[in-house]
């Protein structure tokens, strides 16, 4: 699997796995822990990330809650340009990326604000202009899963064949991606989006099989209903949940994990590393 992803010409290795902390400039998103509104909260969130071993900031601007308005770009932008700002001023070097599905914000984020990757939840499907826009500005993509929009992606949870048809979905977009010259491309499967609990769940256990496009694998588990309707529970009580799917999905191959708990998730991070350095030491002798 590639083990590395292109960040402004320096390869930024993935062979132990990286914590990719969220920021959400929202006043709507699921998990009111993440919600961010002053420069104050914003430059305090991001330096807890980096205190707690967050490599990547992901900021968004748009609640994808099936319940939550759909912004326009023009919108979404107003949102995260002022927290753009504030950020590069004070953390010049740190590693964005921005969780859009319009080429205009992600265009504008990139060429404006030096963000280093674009989030796309949609795969490209909301806005036709995305692969071609992410070509031009030559950085790396996450590809995600869904069907439809954040408001009616619950609507389509049927599959011909659950599985097969996701892995297919992907062979076809990194194709298209490829020929248009993107090759920095990470997957993330859409835990949640269009997608059942019981889905979710099988996903998980099919994670591993994903590595046959071999680009990394990003895991956006954190805090979410697949957790607390299992469990019974809510948003803020499903941290220990989260660590134990993030923990599975580190054992399953996933080289990022998108959270909102940095400590935790790298926590995990470095037990599951420990646990493979020494079985990797125990092959090494037999």
């Known amino acids: 699997m590639t083990n590395s992803i292109n960040i402004n010409g320096e390869l930024l290795p993935l062979?132990?796995?990286?914590?990719?902390?969220?920021?959400?400039?929202?006043?709507?998103?699921?998990?009111?822990?993440?919600?961010?509104?002053?420069?104050?909260?914003?430059v305090g969130r991001v330096q807890q990330i980096l205190?707690?071993?967050?490599?990547?900031?992901?900021?968004?601007?748009?609640?994808?809650?099936?319940?939550?308005?759909?912004?326009?770009?023009?919108?979404?932008?107003?949102?995260?340009?002022?927290?753009?700002?504030?950020?590069?001023?004070?953390?010049?070097?740190?590693?964005?990326s921005i969780d859009t599905f319009y080429s205009e914000v992600a265009k504008h984020a990139v060429e404006e604000y030096g963000v280093n990757i674009i989030n796309d939840i949609s795969g490209g499907q909301i806005d036709d202009n995305m692969f071609e826009t992410v070509a031009r500005l030559n950085v790396p993509y996450i590809l995600m899963h869904m069907r439809g929009t954040p408001q009616t992606m619950q609507q389509f949870t049927r599959y011909d064949n659950f599985i097969q048809d996701i892995l297919y979905y992907f062979s076809e977009k990194i194709s298209k991606l490829n020929l248009l010259g993107v090759n920095d491309i990470i997957i993330d499967p859409g835990f949640g989006f269009s997608k059942t609990t019981d889905q979710n769940y099988r996903l998980m256990a099919y994670l591993k099989y994903f590595d046959i496009f071999d680009a990394p694998i990003l895991a956006g588990i954190s805090r979410k209903s697949m957790i607390y309707k299992l469990l019974g529970c809510t948003p803020q009580e499903s941290l220990n949940g989260t660590s134990v799917l993030n923990t599975v999905a580190l054992l399953s191959g996933a080289s990022i994990l998108r959270v909102h708990d940095v400590k935790e998730a790298m926590e995990c991070v470095k037990i599951v590393e420990k646990i493979s350095n020494d079985l990797l030491c125990l092959n090494t002798l037999e």
Do not use: H
């Open 15 to 42: 062979s132990t796995p990286l914590v990719m902390g969220i920021l959400n400039v929202t006043p709507d998103s699921f998990y009111s822990g993440s919600r961010k509104q002053s420069g104050e909260e914003i």
């Open 51 to 96: 205190d707690e071993g967050g490599k990547i900031i992901d900021i968004g601007g748009q609640s994808t809650s099936p319940s939550a308005p759909l912004l326009s770009a023009g919108e979404e932008f107003n949102r995260v340009e002022p927290a753009l700002q504030l950020i590069r001023k004070e953390y010049p070097d740190v590693i964005l």
